[in-house]
Structure formats: C-alpha cells, structure tokens
C-alpha cells in the first residue's frame, strides 16, 4: 500500500493542506505495507471462515423481500477512484429513489434489514472489497460522489488512504441515524454538521495514523457494535485523543 507520488496524485489533491499529510504518510511505509498485508490474510480468513454465515445471511435476505442479496452502492475511495461497495442488502429494492441517508426508523428497512443493521452484519459484504482493495479494515467510511464534491481541501487528505469498514468517527457515529431522526432536513444536517465533525476525527486518526492505532480501533469495534460502552464514553476519549 505505497503512496502514489506527489506529482501523480489527482490535480485536486495536490494541495498545501494534504501536503501536511502526505508527507507524514510517507515516513510511514512498513505500517502501510503491515496494513495492505493484514486486510489481505484477515478478509481471505475470514470470508473462509464465514461461509456459511454468508449463506445465511443471502437466504434470510431474499425470502424477506424482492431484490438482490448484496446492495452495490457506488462510493469513492483512495485517490478519488470510484467503486461499488458489498453490502447486504436491508432496504427495498426501490429504497436510491429516496434520500441518501438513513433516519431513525426508516420506512424502506425491511424486517431482516432491522435485525442485520443492529449487528452491522450488513457490513460483512465489505470484506470482499477489501480483499478487492478497495477498501480496509480501519480507514473513513467512504461517502457518495455527491458528499465527496463537497470535501473541504483539507478533507480530500482522506482519500490518501483506502476507505475503511470502521474508524473511530464510525464508532462516535455509530447511531447516526438516530441522531438524524426528526431533523427537517436530514441530509442538511449530515452534510453541513456531522460530516465535518466526523472528518476533524478522520484527519485527526491520519495524523496519528499507525498500524497499531489502527489494530486498537478493530478491536473497540466490536464492543461497540455490540453496545457495551456509551457513545459519551467514546465521545470522551476521542477528545482526550485530539488534545494529545
């Protein structure tokens, strides 16, 4: 997982304010190689050993409702580059004629839907888009073209890197719909407040970035996933992370 030259990244990424980061990055090539090696051994074991959970899963989501059994969403990730992201399907079918974002109990969820998101076992079709390259294991949760035209300068440092499953943001925000129902513009409030919060998180996280923070941040996902640690409680040490 080298990084691209300066002078052959996208025109719109050559700029002072992802210069700061590039130039970090780049003193950091053992934990990058570390990194694009883990997201190969770890996405190969794991869709192995998850088989037939998969099988599972793709049956549970065709008998409840019509459709495919992956939703292929396009996204964008390290460089600008686009791709279709893996993710089990929980919406309907007809769900991209509605907004882009999910709000609190969101009509066009389907019944296993529900179930799949609480778990975020909608995500396991990710591990493919790792394995792919498209994406890693820790990294910013990569956003639609539309979001992404609307990145800040310092922002598009993100794409320097493969998007990520999780990241500390993805924790902090983890009930994000939740915090978006019963706003009367829900994509307003995403675009203009919670994106540029989650982003000061993502830049914070690249900064810093190291193949052992990343391990940590894999390994507070699932408790959180799960529910056993408050999202103050995460709020908190993010902030305590930030100051340092």
Same mark, same amino acid.
């Given at each position: 997982?080298?990084?691209?030259?300066?002078?052959?990244?996208?025109?719109?990424?050559?700029?002072?304010?992802?210069?700061?980061?590039?130039?970090?990055?780049?003193?950091?090539?053992?934990?990058?190689?570390?990194?694009?090696?883990?997201?190969?051994?770890?996405?190969?074991?794991?869709?192995?050993?998850?088989?037939?959970?998969?099988?599972?899963?793709? #049956?549970? /989501?065709?008998? =409840?409702? %019509?459709?495919?059994?992956?939703? $292929?969403?396009? &996204?964008?990730? +390290?460089?600008?580059? @686009?791709?279709?992201?893996?993710?089990?399907?929980?919406?309907?079918?007809?769900?991209?004629?509605?907004?882009? #974002?999910? /709000?609190?109990? =969101?009509? %066009?969820?389907?019944?296993?839907? $529900?179930?799949? &998101?609480?778990? +975020?076992?909608?995500? @396991?079709?990710?591990?493919?888009?790792?394995?792919?390259?498209?994406?890693?294991?820790?990294?910013?949760?990569?956003?639609?073209?539309?979001?992404?035209? %609307?990145?800040?300068?310092?922002?598009?440092?993100?794409?320097?890197?493969?998007?990520?499953?999780?990241?500390?943001?993805?924790?902090?925000?983890?009930?994000?719909?939740?915090?978006?129902?019963?706003?009367?513009?829900?994509?307003?409030?995403?675009?203009?407040?919670?994106?540029?919060?989650?982003?000061?998180?993502?830049?914070?996280?690249?900064?810093?970035?190291?193949?052992?923070?990343?391990?940590?941040?894999?390994?507070?996902?699932?408790?959180?996933?799960?529910?056993?640690?408050?999202?103050?409680?995460?709020?908190?040490?993010?902030?305590?992370?930030?100051?340092?």
């Amino acid at each position: 997982m080298l990084l691209k030259k300066w002078e052959s990244l996208p025109e719109n990424m050559r700029s002072d304010e992802v210069r700061r980061y590039y130039e970090i990055l780049k003193k950091k090539k053992p934990a990058l190689f570390f990194k694009r090696l883990t997201d190969i051994l770890l996405s190969a074991f794991l869709l192995l050993i998850l088989a037939p959970l998969f099988l599972i899963l793709a #049956i549970a /989501v065709k008998c =409840d409702s %019509r459709g495919p059994v992956f939703y $292929r969403q396009t &996204r964008v990730t +390290r460089y600008g580059r @686009l791709f279709r992201i893996f993710k089990f399907r929980s919406m309907r079918q007809d769900a991209d004629r509605g907004p882009k #974002i999910t /709000v609190g109990e =969101d009509p %066009r969820v389907t019944r296993v839907g $529900r179930v799949i &998101r609480k778990f +975020r076992l909608d995500e @396991l079709g990710q591990l493919i888009n790792i394995l792919r390259g498209d994406m890693s294991f820790v990294g910013t949760r990569p956003e639609v073209p539309d979001f992404v035209a %609307r990145y800040t300068p310092e922002m598009m440092a993100t794409l320097l890197l493969p998007a990520g499953v999780t990241s500390l943001a993805s924790i902090l925000y983890k009930d994000e719909s939740s915090l978006l129902a019963g706003a009367e513009d829900p994509a307003r409030l995403y675009r203009e407040k919670i994106l540029p919060e989650k982003m000061r998180c993502n830049l914070d996280a690249l900064a810093r970035f190291g193949f052992w923070r990343d391990a940590g941040v894999l390994l507070l996902t699932f408790p959180a996933v799960l529910g056993m640690f408050p999202r103050r409680r995460f709020a908190a040490e993010a902030g305590r992370e930030s100051r340092r």
